[in-house]
T-cell receptor, first 110, second 114 residues
Framework: GENVEQHPSTLSVQEGDSAVIKCTYSDSASNYFPWYKQELGKRPQLIIDIRSNVGEKKDQRIAVTLNKTAKHFSLHITETQPEDSAVYFCAPRRDDKIIFGKGTRLHILP | EPEVTQTPSHQVTQMGQEVILRCVPISNHLYFYWYRQILGQKVEFLVSFYNNEISEKSEIFDDQFSVERPDGSNFTLKIRSTKLEDSAMYFC????????????FGPGTRLTVT
């Protein structure tokens, strides 16, 4: 079956530094690549997404890069702030078949 | 800004009982989804629904589960005979564009099976 791997599972960075989370997927037919942020006890919220015909997308401090050949996409957060502390999930999709990664817990250290 | 809503926020039920979880998607959305998240684990896809039909379902979504859109606003998930391992947070989501568009998640229903 399809497989989605996220690395690292936990990441601690100093406030102001950058954080990078990588998602590797196995289904080469995946065509939509979102990243979700989930704060404790809250719903997942989309923070950025990219489609298969684009290599990179940026929205202020957040960016996503996609390498379809290697089947991975990454979340980049620059100038991290305390409110970036959360669990981040990738969820590559093919049509309506969606598989979430196991999540990366990001801690922003003061 | 319109949001997906879910009721109840917390449901406690005994093993073997039937439960119905309710969702009101955003009004102009046509694609609907159910997910579950066992405490501390990843979000797992259960089912997608479009045009009054299931379009995709996962291995988790077995004969104990069913979905329905009984009227123009509600979207429900029924679990016929709950098991202890059904205890989880259940999220509903809706989307205007379906497979290649953003999904908007509801706040979730925490189901506890005792």
């Amino acid at each position: 079956g399809e497989n989605v791997e996220q690395h690292p599972s936990t990441l601690s960075v100093q406030e102001g530094d950058s954080a990078v989370i990588k998602c590797t997927y196995s289904d080469s037919a995946s065509n939509y690549f979102p990243w979700y942020k989930q704060e404790l006890g809250k719903r997942p919220q989309l923070i950025i997404d990219i489609r298969s015909n684009v290599g990179e997308k940026k929205d202020q401090r957040i960016a996503v890069t996609l390498n379809k050949t290697a089947k991975h996409f990454s979340l980049h957060i620059t100038e991290t702030q305390p409110e970036d502390s959360a669990v981040y999930f990738c969820a590559p999709r093919r049509d309506d078949k969606i598989i979430f990664g196991k999540g990366t817990r990001l801690h922003i250290l003061p | 800004e319109p949001e997906v809503t879910q009721t109840p926020s917390h449901q406690v039920t005994q093993m073997g009982q039937e439960v119905i979880l309710r969702c009101v998607p955003i009004s102009n959305h046509l694609y609907f989804y159910w997910y579950r998240q066992i405490l501390g684990q990843k979000v797992e896809f259960l089912v997608s629904f479009y045009n009054n039909e299931i379009s995709e379902k996962s291995e988790i979504f077995d004969d104990q589960f069913s979905v329905e859109r009984p009227d123009g606003s509600n979207f429900t998930l029924k679990i016929r005979s709950t098991k202890l391992e059904d205890s989880a947070m259940y999220f509903c989501a809706s989307s205007p564009q379906g497979p290649r568009g953003e999904q908007y998640f509801g706040p979730g229903t925490r189901l506890t099976v005792t």
